[in-house]
């Protein structure tokens, strides 16, 4: 297993899952901001996993497996499976003004254009698409962090009320959380006009302990909005659980100011809320994605 810039620490945990040897891709910047990459030798004949974090660094994480994976299937790996614990790109998803790029879907062809033989991701934001199947033609498996997300919560804190999630995408977070921490679940509406305005509706009286789970956290817009909807609707206490923490633009600042008494999220994008290791889920899809399991 290879882990790409800033992927160390979870890529040797995956490995010590899956109990295969770790080594880091050397890169670096050169200083007009192109990238360096060196593959470590004795990749021949050998199936490598390569693990690339993208959270706040898209553009060169990319880049970064466009450079690693040609120069492994160039070294004679028998075949490579990108790891990608967050997938970027992948909220636009559609040409919504005429002339924009169809993000996800051009991204998604370039990395199978590498010539890798599958791809794992967690959590990854399909809204328009609703499966891996209708993004990728090479094997490809969206795992989910939410089981460890609600049991890292429901061992710090008991009696949920409701999970919420802020819109419709949500769903599938909130059904697994729910069941996790034995709490209902309910689904607001969510109406984005711009990337920090946000407009949630829909909800009903609350009381007690209420946890919003989803995908990203990027402007924090989204939960900020959705909280200040619970808090004036009653919640006691509210928590926030996501899978990926970009926290762009002061977010956690303006969802503290929402009236939001906890976060936490998964390592898939470093953050100062990161408690949770998205390693196990990613290990999970690995060994599906390499018909081990
Ligand atoms: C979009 O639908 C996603 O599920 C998240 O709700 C969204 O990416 C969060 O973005 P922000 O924090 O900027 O509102």
Redesign the pocket.
Known sequence: MLGGSTCTAIGLEVSRILGVEFQPVITREFPDGELYVRVPLGVSGKRVVLVECAGRRPNSALVESVLTVKTLLKKGAREVVLALPYFPYA?QDEEFNPGEAESLRIVAEMLEGLGVSGIVTVDM?L?RFKSMEQVFHIKAVNVTAMNELASYLSQRYSDFSLVVG??E??EQWARVFSEKVNAPYIVLR?ERRG??D?EVRGGLPYKGRVVIV??????????AETASNIKAMGAGEILVACTHGLFVSG?ESKIFASGVQDIISTNSVPNPFARVSVAPALAAGLKRVMGDE
Do not use: F, L, M
């Open positions: 909220r934001h809204h802020p819109d995408e949500a969510k990337d920090e946000v989803d995908d990203i956290i990027s402007t924090g817009s989204t939960i977010a």
